[in-house]
């Protein structure tokens, strides 16, 4: 706009200037047949501005109609039972990056990825426009970007805890729309491993994490002005492969692994203090733990069998758990990531390391079935699954033979 401006005011200068070349100094009267005055020149320019305006809303407009009639279309090829093929697309190749990925959708309807770039030391952000990725350099002080956690807060900006690997600390990056800025959340000795951030129904951050120095499960809260922290397990050495979510009740829960004995545990806040619970202590399990909530309000939890190289599922009824292998041909099950969909039904991302490729997880209400996404290379480390408003499921992971970050989403088209 401003260059159109410039050219105009440069043009009429320009025309104003000749007519006084071609005779006296004296300025000349009342424009001839061919002359326009400055002021029809400038409605002239504002004229071409506004079609201009015009042109660039319809382009927006007509971009998100085909967003809109993407998203419907697979709805209704979902609810038709249609298998839709995944489309597979590098997001981030500059060194060796996409380790920690943490996949979240935002109030647009978009994807958006925090990240861990391994060769310098940040901590990074990608996000999708609706036609292509950008990237950003969120920290790049010290060494950080590790074990990050995404998610939007109600403002509809988003939000990431990570460790910082320099200081061993907890710390906590926000965008305000133009800018992210960061802070310390927790200092006390090498803490911050394994982030799990949420917002709660009050629209302040919350994260677990564990304290190594103390092999302690921890939780930290933001008032609207200051984070305050306390230790929620301390039994031996605890607190491993935190995730955290906020239940119906709008109070936080937890899963983790209890690395005394290799059990999955669970903790949960009642408003006043906090109980445990262990939820299987059937040979080394509990890793890679990832909790959600399912639309009966009962907790459900996706995990690594180590001892037998098993995808495990456990869920609650309102008084017992329950735990079944999802998964079992090969070493499966490492890296999961679990989500409900949009019927109701769980399903998990995780990586299988027999023969290093991405793999997804449904249940149908009755049976667990089980697909490879990506088979190219040793993939699918780090994988976050989230459903997008399409009803499709997504993956963020890692390529770990070519150290980079990668996007897998079900649907009819290839993201660009």
């Given at each position: ?24 100094l004296?300025?000349?009267g ?62 981030d ?24 770039d ?33 998610a ?43 982030a ?8 302040q ?27 929620v ?54 890793l ?84 490879t ?7 699918g ?9 399409d ?10 033979t070519n ?10 088209f290839?993201?660009?």
């Open positions: 706009m401003k260059m159109r401006r410039w050219l105009a005011t440069i043009a009429a200068v320009a025309a104003m200037a000749g007519g006084a070349r071609a005779g006296s004296t300025p000349p009342a424009p001839g047949p061919t002359m326009h005055t400055l002021e029809e020149l400038y409605q002239k320019q504002l004229q071409l501005e506004a079609r201009l305006t015009a042109q660039d809303q319809e382009i927006s407009r007509a971009r998100q109609e085909a967003e809109r009639a993407r998203q419907e279309n697979s709805v209704i090829l979902n609810a038709l039972g249609a298998t839709l093929p995944w489309q597979l697309k590098t997001v190749s500059a060194g060796f990056v996409g380790y920690f990925a943490s996949l979240a959708f935002g109030p647009d309807g978009q994807p958006a990825i925090s990240y861990g391994l060769t310098n030391g940040d901590l990074k952000f990608a996000r999708y426009n609706g036609s292509t990725w950008s990237t950003a350099t969120v920290d790049s002080a010290g060494n950080v970007g590790y074990y990050t956690s995404l939007f807060g109600p403002d509809g900006q988003p939000a990431i805890a990570y460790l910082s690997a320099s200081s061993g600390d907890l710390k906590f990056a926000r965008y305000n729309g133009s800018t992210w800025s960061t802070a310390t959340v927790d200092s006390a000795g090498d803490t911050g491993f394994f799990s951030l949420a917002f709660g129904p009050d629209g951050p919350a994260i677990a994490y564990s304290d190594l120095t103390n092999g302690d499960l921890k939780f930290a809260r933001y008032n609207g002005s200051t984070w305050s922290t306390v230790t397990d301390s039994a031996g050495d605890t607190g491993y492969f935190a995730s955290l979510a906020f239940g119906p009740d709008g109070q936080p829960a937890i899963t983790y692994c209890d690395a005394t004995n290799y059990d999955l545990k669970f903790a949960r806040y009642n408003g006043s203090t906090w109980s445990t619970a262990t939820v299987d202590s059937a040979g080394n399990v509990g890679h733990t990832s909790l959600a909530f399912g639309p009966d309000g009962q907790p459900a939890i996706a995990y690594y069998d180590s001892s037998n190289g098993d995808l495990k599922f456990a869920r609650y009824n309102g008084s017992t758990w329950s735990t079944a292998t999802v998964g079992s041909a090969g070493s499966g099950g490492g890296y999961t990531s679990m989500a409900f969909g949009p019927d109701g039904q769980p399903a998990i991302s995780f990586y299988e390391a027999t023969n290093g490729d991405l793999k997804f997880a449904r249940y149908n209400g009755s049976t667990w079935s089980i697909a996404v990506d088979s190219a290379g040793n993939v480390l780090y994988t976050s699954l989230a459903f997008g408003p009803g499709q499921p997504a993956i963020a992971y890692l390529d770990d150290g980079d970050l990668k996007f897998a989403r079900r649907g009819l290839a993201p660009k």
